[in-house]
């Protein structure tokens, strides 16, 4: 995404609107759009069980409205972005170096998808999940 720039950040709605050279119109990504995306691509990473989430959103998912975003926590100011995800780990994988992947794919994908730089991807392991 050449030529991008992150003008502003909407607190009320949780988005952020990108400047570009070539003005077709306004683009703003929500908060939420971000944090998706790093929970998909967490949950890609080989050793990753699930996402761990609230009790709230447990009970959410439970009645069949499954949350993309769930374990993730994302803190946008101006073009960074910081990342927390919260994972429950396959029993038998090695810790540090599976976080090391996720902490790499989060990073790619957020960065690739939006043009946001990410300044740190923090990992919690909440549980380990036998199969």
């Known amino acids: 995404m050449e030529n991008v720039e992150y003008k502003e950040m909407n ?3 949780g988005t952020h609107k990108l400047e570009n050279e070539e003005k077709f119109g ?3 990504i929500a ?3 971000v944090a998706i995306i790093a929970g998909l691509a967490a949950s890609e990473v080989e050793g990753v069980a699930s996402m761990a989430g609230n009790v709230t959103r447990d009970i959410i998912e439970r009645l069949g409205m499954k ?3 769930k374990g993730v926590r994302v803190a946008l100011e101006g073009n960074k972005v910081n990342v927390r ?3 429950n780990i396959q ?6 170096a599976t976080c090391t992947k996720i902490q ?3 990073k790619a994908a957020i960065e690739t998808m939006t ?3 990410v300044e740190e991807v923090n990992i919690k392991i909440v549980n380990v999940e036998m199969e």
């Open 91 to 96: 029993y038998g994988y090695n810790v540090p």
């Open 26 to 28: 306004e683009v703003r």
């Open 115 to 117: 043009g946001l730089e």
């Open 31 to 33: 908060d939420e759009v």
């Open 85 to 87: 995800l919260a994972i």
């Open 11 to 13: 607190r009320k709605t």
């Open 104 to 106: 790499e794919r989060v």
């Open 67 to 69: 949350s993309l975003s």
